[in-house]
């Protein structure tokens, strides 16, 4: 990644998300003790970044940014993810492709 822009999701007294941007890991740092570095991953991007006690992360947030989030975050946006439903396209049937069939058969 180019520039390292890091985006932490919490959530607040109020219950509502609380996302904060930092332009560097070291900002970071100040407010989380660092426990290792990231030495595997399927995102090849995020090798050799930092984890942090009490965050879930690196993961990619598009193009621009890695991302932390709290344990609570992470939990509640995993299950609404995984109950979210993706609309299906439909598709039509198609009888002329059982016409085809049956005719290639006899042919």
Request: a positive charge; one cysteine or more; hydrophobic letters at 30%.
């Amino acid at each position: 990644m180019a520039k390292e822009l890091i985006r932490v999701v919490t959530r607040g007294a109020d219950g509502k998300l609380r996302i904060r941007d930092y332009s560097q890991t070291d900002s970071l740092q100040k407010m989380h003790t660092q426990v290792g570095i990231v030495d595997c991953s399927s995102d090849l991007g995020l090798g050799g970044l930092r984890v942090f006690r009490g965050l879930f992360g690196p993961m990619p947030d598009g193009k621009t940014f890695i991302r932390y989030e709290s344990p609570e975050v992470f939990e509640t946006l995993t299950k609404e993810w995984s109950t979210t439903k993706v609309a299906r396209r439909s598709r039509k049937p198609t009888e002329s492709l059982g016409e085809n069939a049956s005719s290639n058969a006899a042919g």
